[in-house]
């Protein structure tokens, strides 16, 4: 490690970098890109060439083909990925609400239960997901809601607990001088919510919508057994239900893969700060 | 008054006209099956909507994901679900469905209309055979079998092989002496990975496991020897296919789908391939019909099976699979839409078809013959430990 | 807490209610029962004698079934003992002809029912023995039949702290148990260093640097189902281009076994998690990082104290609170692992989720499996109060 002491935050490209640790950060960026890389130039070879013993591993494709996008489309694979955003969308505005309404208790009063009130969310945040399954898959049964997109109300076992920890994280910064001047005004605990603490964590807000959007699109348990209709198949199951009994389709699988990235990589791009910020509410005492 | 007896008659009209539309209405028929790449399922189905008006079957679109298929259905079905009328299932997971009571016994339904239990696959029919009742019926069954290439084959060699008269060992020796010929470099491609494909074929090799020790040490033979790829022990049916149809093997053991891939994509054309029956007897694999208990609709769910099994509906069939339906094997338009059936030593793999062990725990048997039998393979176990294994297994 | 402030947290109270804590109790409910859905017996959960009512109809009429084929096979008398038979065995099924599902039993009555069904056995056989050159079909379908309505007597499947029991022996479980551990902390262990190593760099003010932290975010953000897959194919014994590298390189013997032996899918199964998640663990570290008074460092540098020194002495100490909270959750994110394995490998290694999953879902067996994932919840709250202990309480204060 070169001299991290000179290190300041505030100013750019101050520093000179050791070339060797230049070259490992290129070969983790080399790592990081590479499978997609792969993915993307098996996307455009055709069947025969991607089993083959010697072409499988050619970079470039010897009859480059769009085949595989075609085939994957014509399957429905834009179905999944509608599926996945109404089913991201609605867990995700929901869940702010709920978040929203509890971290705002949670962060500015005192109350009996409290610890205990937040030693349950933790606690469920570290529940294997899989003690929920057979007991939602029948209530779900009983009361008709399976192949729906009710599913998005199970997801608050994934979502919930993390969109609850940011928002305080976040409610926490405003100062309580604020409120209280709403208070004198007249606002109710209702309105202090909604009308003054929430637009003015709106960084926050806006990163729980995030953080809780990627995980809700990432799901893959709950919508495989209570979801089975393909109608209903979000992304990951779509995708994985690419494999046929006697052949792993690699090139629709590729394509496909392809396809269903990109959302990801908008959003990924055009949000990375606030995904930083998701990640670290909560994991850094301040 | 007269204003009241019109209103009354419009009334009673309206809802006449609107009951009748009610029994129209055909009773709706929910099929669960996965998705084909063929259009057979589809003109079945519309097949049967036409030839009725009863009843209107509904395709169920389940993911071509088998595993996860299973899963989803005994997940609906033990909830004692009706969301299923038919249900398709794989050959392997009819003696579960029907130990944990998901689907019902068809003898007195299939009695009533007639039809017997011998007149169909036998290997399909055993395979949904549970406790003394009946099960299913067939979708459309498979068979393992032996491809060769009859234009480096001699005659001689391709005529003992289409009348099933040879051995493992002579296979091993033909592989050897043939291979390298016309660009096939390989002698003979089956599967040996670790998965379901692994049981099929050793089901062949030990003749439906009564030569347990002389077929797994065959397998093993075949997988030491030069004749096969140096990674045939990853080889499933993706692999197998891929070097056939391109000309690299001159033998391979597969299922009848590759035969429409050579005609589609092949190096090699189907005028240089010759089919045969397998050592050991052929497995069958394939889908079955069965209604769910708490179905709705069981006597149009029974109509349609029936439909699919009758010969209007074997020959729509036909256009992509096998019949199950056994006086279908030689009619005429279904030996014109599956030229397979024209060959001789394709009627004779059929005549030789052998079912793998129909258990109501068939997972956890499949997985004990797979890690017992890989384990020998892989050169990790002797044979001795390996055959006791797959007793062990067996006896399940 | 106010009731208007009650109404406030009365949402995430009743989605955690149904969505967390109804699925722990029934669970919790389930492990104290024999309850295995793909066995007629025991597929649901009875605390007293029960009776299949439908599937005793059904063998009954299957019993009258085969009676009516033999009616043409018999003579008059023969017909007319048939007839007296099948009339007592309609008689002894009527009352279940509209059950759906199994109805409590008590002991006479059962007792009633298995005398039925030996007086049903004595008649046929009486009957067979009439016709001893006949083949009936009763005779042949007969002994299952019957056998299988005296099945459809079910006693309690209460077996109280067996399940538990069971599970103290269950080599499997064991087996499962240290896999998942293995994988947990070979993964988190790598996952610290390489994550630890990012966020240093990451921590300097060098342009182009947030170009390695957007790529970076990327196979994080993908789903876990998706990037398994992709990893799939790059292990691929024939046709992955990372099995053929690592084969040329020598680390692995030949190709396939990556995804087939178990060392093999063991280190595949962690590389692929390694790479999907040290951004994640690299992010959690440079929060802490970026909390670090940066006076320190320059007081450090004026000490002469050397880069290693800075680290061990300054950095670490500092992070430590960071550190605790990343590996906390990483840890048992690691832990409960499932989408990655069941997409890889199909289930190997087997992980307690792989192996509970194939449990309740694949074998039906939800009473043993409801025991494994509370085992599993136990653990998860053992390594969590590890840390906790270790951490002071600090995640919990406000």
């Known amino acids: 490690m070169t001299s991290l002491a000179t290190t300041k935050k505030t100013t750019p490209s101050r520093e000179r970098l050791n070339p060797l640790i230049w070259l490992v950060i290129a070969l983790f960026l080399f790592v990081m890109v590479f499978p997609f890389l792969w993915i993307l130039i098996t996307s455009f070879k055709p069947g025969a060439e991607i089993y083959g013993r010697d072409t499988a591993f050619r970079l470039i494709a010897v009859n480059p083909t769009i085949d595989n996008y075609t085939t994957v489309i014509n399957k429905g694979i834009l179905d999944a990925v509608k599926n996945s955003v109404i089913v991201s969308l609605i867990t995700t505005l929901y869940v702010v609400f709920v978040a929203s309404m509890s971290a705002y208790i949670i962060a500015r009063f005192s109350f009996r239960g409290k610890r205990m009130l937040m030693g349950l969310i933790l606690g469920i945040s570290m529940f294997p997901q899989m003690i929920i399954i057979g007991p939602v898959f029948n209530m779900f049964y009983n009361l008709k809601m399976l192949n729906s997109y009710w599913v998005t109300m199970a997801y608050s076992t994934i979502t919930l607990p993390s969109a609850v920890w940011i928002m305080i994280a976040h409610f926490k910064r405003i100062p309580l001088s604020v409120e209280e001047a709403a208070r004198i005004d007249g606002c109710s605990q209702w309105q202090a919510l909604w009308i003054v603490i929430f637009p003015m964590a709106a960084p926050g807000v806006f990163t729980t919508a995030i953080m809780t959007f990627i995980a809700a699109w990432n799901e893959y348990l709950l919508t495989l057994t209570l979801n089975s209709d393909k109608a209903y198949h979000t992304v990951p199951v779509a995708i994985n239900a690419l494999r046929t009994q006697f052949t792993i389709l690699w090139g629709e699988i590729t394509a496909a893969t392809v396809l269903v990235i990109i959302p990801t990589l908008i959003i990924v791009l055009l949000f990375q700060r606030q995904i930083v910020s998701g990640i670290t509410s909560g994991a850094v005492k301040e | 008054m007269k204003k009241l007896t019109i209103l009354l008659l419009i009334a009673v009209l309206a809802i006449g006209g609107l009951t009748t539309a009610m029994a129209a209405e055909p009773v709706v028929v929910k099929f669960a099956a996965q998705g084909d790449s063929t259009p057979a399922t589809q003109a079945v189905i519309d097949a049967f909507n036409a030839a009725q008006t009863a009843y209107k079957v509904e395709w169920v679109d389940m993911t071509n994901d088998s595993g996860a298929m299973r899963e989803q259905l005994i997940t609906t079905l033990k909830a004692g679900s009706s969301e299923y009328d038919v249900v398709s299932l794989d050959v392997v997971w009819a003696g579960e469905f029907a130990a944990a009571g998901y689907i019902q016994p068809l003898d007195m339904m299939m009695d009533e209309a007639g039809l017997k239990i011998e007149d169909y696959n036998a290997g399909s029919m055993a395979s949904g055979s549970y406790a003394g009742k009946q099960y299913v019926m067939p979708f459309f069954p498979d068979l393992g079998m032996l491809y060769f290439r009859s234009d480096i084959v001699s005659e001689e060699d391709g005529a003992k092989l289409i009348a099933g008269d040879y051995t493992w060992a002579d296979l091993q020796a033909m592989a050897e002496k043939y291979m390298g010929q016309v660009g096939a470099k390989d002698g003979f491609v089956f599967q040996s990975a670790l998965y379901e494909g692994l049981v099929c074929n050793a089901n062949e090799f030990t003749a439906n496991w009564k030569d347990i020790k002389g077929g797994l040490e065959a397998m093993k033979a075949m997988i030491d020897d030069k004749t096969t790829p140096d990674n045939i022990m990853t080889y499933t049916e993706g692999e197998t296919a891929n070097s056939f149809v391109k000309g690299e093997s001159v033998f391979a053991r597969n299922w009848p789908y590759m035969w429409g891939m050579i005609k589609s994509e092949g190096t090699i054309k189907t005028d240089q391939v010759g089919i045969a029956p397998l050592p050991g007897g052929s497995t069958v694999g394939g889908w079955l019909l069965a209604i769910n208990k708490n179905s709705e609709n069981t006597e149009g769910a029974f109509e349609f099976i029936k439909f699919l099994n009758s010969e209007a509906g074997q020959i729509v069939m036909s256009q992509a699979y096998l019949p199950g339906f056994n006086a279908m094997l030689t009619n005429e338009d279904v030996v014109k839409n599956n030229e397979l059936l024209s060959m001789e030593g394709f009627q004779n793999a059929l005549k030789t078809t052998t079912a793998r062990p129909v258990s109501a725990e068939y997972s956890k048997v499949s997985d004990a013959l797979q890690q017992a039998i890989h384990g020998y393979l892989s050169g990790t176990g002797t044979v001795e430990d390996a055959v006791k294994g797959v007793e062990t297994a067996l006896a399940n | ?398």
Not at chain 3, 100 to 120: C, D, N, S, Y
Not at chain 3, 121 to 143: C, F, H, V, W
């Open chain 3, 1 to 398: 807490m106010t009731w208007r402030q009650f109404l406030f947290v009365l949402p995430l109270l009743l989605l955690v209610s149904v969505f967390s804590l109804y699925p722990i109790i029934t669970s919790g409910v389930y492990s104290f029962f024999d309850y295995q859905t793909n066995d007629q017996t025991r597929n649901a959960m009875y605390t007293g004698g029960h009776l299949n009512a439908p599937l005793f109809h059904e063998d009954g009429k299957y019993l009258n079934f085969y009676l009516k084929k033999d009616l043409q096979l018999v003579d008059e008398p023969g017909q007319a003992t048939i007839a007296a038979l099948q009339a007592d065995i309609e008689a002894a099924i009527e009352p279940y002809a509209q059950k759906k599902e199994p109805i409590t039993l008590p002991q006479p009555e059962e007792e009633r029912i298995l005398a039925v069904i030996g007086e049903i056995r004595q008649r046929i056989r009486s009957l067979e023995e009439a016709y001893p050159g006949t083949e009936l079909n009763i005779s042949e379908n007969a002994d299952t039949l019957l056998k299988e309505m005296e099945t459809c007597i079910v006693g309690s499947n209460f077996i109280g702290l067996k399940g538990y029991q069971r599970l103290v022996g269950d080599t499997r479980f064991f087996a499962a148990l240290r896999n998942t551990l293995v994988f947990t902390v070979i993964s988190v262990f790598f996952e610290l260093i390489i994550g630890m190593g990012l966020a240093l760099v990451m921590n300097r003010s060098i342009r182009g640097i947030g170009i390695v932290r957007t790529v970076s975010l990327i196979p994080w953000a993908i789903p876990t189902a998706v990037s398994a897959l992709i990893w799939t194919y790059l292990y691929d014994g024939t046709s992955g281009i990372v099995a053929r590298v690592f084969t040329q390189l020598g680390l692995i013997a030949s190709p396939e076994l990556l995804l087939t032996s178990a060392g093999g899918t063991m280190a595949a199964a962690i590389i692929a998690d390694v790479w999907k998640t040290t951004p994640y663990m690299a992010l959690l570290l440079l929060a802490g990082l970026q909390v670090i008074d940066r006076g320190l460092y320059e007081s450090a540098s004026v000490d002469g104290a050397g880069p290693m020194r800075t680290f061990t002495q300054i950095t670490l100490p500092l992070l430590k609170p960071s550190l605790l909270v990343a590996l906390l959750f990483r840890t048992l994110d690691a832990f409960r692992v499932y989408d990655l394995i069941a997409v890889l490998t199909k289930g190997t290694p087997e992980t307690l989720s792989i192996y509970a999953y194939k449990v309740m879902i694949g074998q039906g067996n939800y009473g043993y499996g409801a025991v494994i994932v509370l085992a599993m919840f136990l653990c998860v709250g053992l390594i969590a109060l590890l840390y906790v202990k270790v951490l002071g309480a600090e995640l919990m204060n406000d």
